[in-house]
């Protein structure tokens, strides 16, 4: 599922994005009708980590807010985020290594600073 939508649905973004975010091993976006599907490049060993991510009974795989917002924020770099007070911060202490980026750990210790 959109990374968007996961951080959208927990009212961690409130700006609705009509793109839908995948995380692939490619980056493409792709049109079908009205609807855009953006890929996004992750490296392997994160893309193949499914620390965070749920496999719903529809077989659907959707990230936990925890892992969507650490997903978006290592893709994006700055990033606004509307509230993070509902984030679970052991959950992202937990998820972090994933990324074994320095940027990362000093991004999310900045925006729970504030």
């Not at 392997?44 to 990230?63: F, H, K, V």
């Not at 990033?79 to 509902?86: A, G, H, W």
């Not at 937990?94 to 729970?112: D, E, G, H, N």
């Amino acid at each position: 599922m959109s990374l968007e939508y996961v951080l959208q649905k927990d009212g961690i973004l409130f700006q609705y994005d009509t793109t839908f975010t995948a995380i692939s091993y490619l980056s493409r976006t792709i049109t079908i009708e009205k609807w855009v599907i953006q890929y996004r490049k992750i490296k392997d060993e994160i893309l193949l980590n499914t620390s965070g991510i749920i496999t719903q009974n529809d077989g659907i795989n959707i990230a936990t807010k925890e892992r969507a917002f650490l997903d978006l924020l290592y893709l994006n770099g700055d990033t606004y985020f509307d509230n993070l007070n509902i984030l679970d911060n052991n959950k992202i202490q937990a998820l972090l290594p994933i990324y074994q980026s320095a940027t990362l750990i000093k991004r999310v210790q900045k925006l729970f600073k504030k």
